[in-house]
């Protein structure tokens, strides 16, 4: 498990990333957050400031999405990339173990301080559980974030996703 492909990091990057949970833990520790529930009450766990991961990406001035995926439950974000530079994180651990899947996990994507379901851009809706790819871009990419009311109650009757 430790050795598997947990987050792939690409577009307008220096450097592509594929990263396990080791290289997470791995990143310096500058970057690591100890536990979430100082930026939200309702999560446990361990995380990675987003801005640890672009600079190990080396990402481009060009850069000005972030786009965050999760292929595998087709859910994706697609945000102002200054707008979450310094609030975003990466939770994925919980203590010595990869973050379990009832939190979201392996990784899920959070962000300090969001605004209310469709409120804004950064919303509660853009912190993206099953994170598993990130993609920089000049342009705006995919986001199926639901876009009101009847739409978002739908999906949170859907179990699992
Ligand atoms: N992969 C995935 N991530 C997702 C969603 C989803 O359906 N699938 N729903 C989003 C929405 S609309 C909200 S409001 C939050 C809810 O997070 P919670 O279930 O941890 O409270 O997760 C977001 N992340
Ligand atoms: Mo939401």
């Not at 309702?42 to 850069?63: D, F, H, T, Y």
């Not at 973050?99 to 912190?127: M, Q, Y």
Request: contains cysteine.
């Amino acid at each position: 498990m430790n050795s598997s492909v947990l987050l792939t990091v690409e577009g307008e990057v220096g450097k592509q990333c594929k990263l396990t949970w080791n290289d997470l833990a791995a990143i310096d520790p500058r970057w690591q957050m100890e536990d979430v529930r100082q930026i939200d009450p309702k999560r446990m766990g361990g995380a990675i400031a987003l801005e640890g991961i672009l600079q190990l990406a080396e990402v481009k001035p060009s850069a000005e999405y972030l786009t965050i995926h999760s292929d595998r439950s087709d859910f994706h974000a697609s945000i102002p990339l200054a707008s979450v530079r310094d609030r975003g994180y990466l939770l994925y651990r919980q203590q010595d173990q990869p973050l379990e899947t009832t939190a979201g996990g392996p990784v899920r994507f959070l962000i300090r301080d969001f605004a209310a379901c469709h409120s804004s851009e950064v919303d509660e809706c853009a912190n993206v559980k099953f994170v598993d790819r990130i993609e920089l871009s000049i342009e705006r990419g995919f986001d199926n974030r639901p876009v009101d009311d009847i739409s978002h109650e739908e999906l949170h009757q859907q179990e699992g996703n």
